[in-house]
């Protein structure tokens, strides 16, 4: 193969419109009339299944990705029946990809010249590096920041888990299905004054009780 391709690694917190930009990129493509595929790891299987879908209503069909895919093989798979790789795939939610996926992709860049483009978080609730976003960051040829902003105007960092009333979780499992209202993107000092807020509120006496 004499394409020479890259593994990006796009990532943001949450709401950072990073599948919107997926899709955006989707769609110039369509306008060109450029093969690409979109592929997105399986954690909730309640979801529509094969579909990318961003809040701001636009959505493509994808492949799913399950924890024991093998995404090598998988793309060796579609070379072997179409004699040919479209040029860019596209994989939303990269922080979910196992490790391996991760260097099953980079062989996939590396062997067949295709463009891997890699949508996702950098951390979790708990501002500790998904797998998946850790692989990426050792290995991709291109890393670029998706910036939002926080409320108080500096730079969101952490993806704040909430509940129902707004206060900060800092305990639970790393993914929490069908939570996406449970989130909230917020810059690290936001993150650490809502902690002491939390943790001034918890210790004060129950009074009137
Ligand atoms: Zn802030």
């Not at 976003?133 to 926080?150: G, H, N, P, V, W």
């Not at 690290?188 to 807020?197: A, G, H, P, Q, Y």
Request: glycine share 8%; aromatic share 10%; hydrophobic share 35%.
């Amino acid at each position: 193969m004499n394409r020479i391709g890259k593994l990006y690694f796009r990532y943001g917190t949450m709401g950072s419109a990073k599948t919107a930009m997926l899709l955006t990129q989707a769609y110039n493509f369509e306008e060109r009339g450029m093969a690409y595929l979109c592929f997105k790891p399986v954690i909730d299987t309640r979801e529509d299944k094969n579909v990318i879908r961003s809040r701001i209503g636009i959505e493509r069909e994808c492949q799913w990705i399950y924890p024991d895919t093998n995404l090598y093989d998988t793309i060796r798979n579609i070379f072997d029946e179409r004699g040919a790789i479209p040029a860019w795939l596209l994989i939303d939610e990269a922080q979910f990809l196992a490790p391996e996926q991760v260097d099953q992709l980079a062989r996939v860049v590396d062997d067949f010249g295709c463009n891997v483009m890699c949508y996702g978080l950098r951390t979790d609730f708990t501002t500790r590096l998904f797998e998946g976003s850790r692989r990426l960051f050792e290995i991709a040829d291109s890393i670029e920041e998706i910036k939002s902003t926080c409320t108080c105007g500096r730079k969101t960092i952490v993806n704040a888990r909430i509940d129902s009333s707004g206060t900060i979780l800092t305990e639970g499992a790393q993914v929490e299905i069908g939570g996406n209202d449970r989130y909230m993107a917020v810059c690290r000092k936001c993150w650490t004054n809502k902690r002491i807020e939390r943790d001034t509120r918890n210790a004060l006496p129950l009074e009137g009780l």
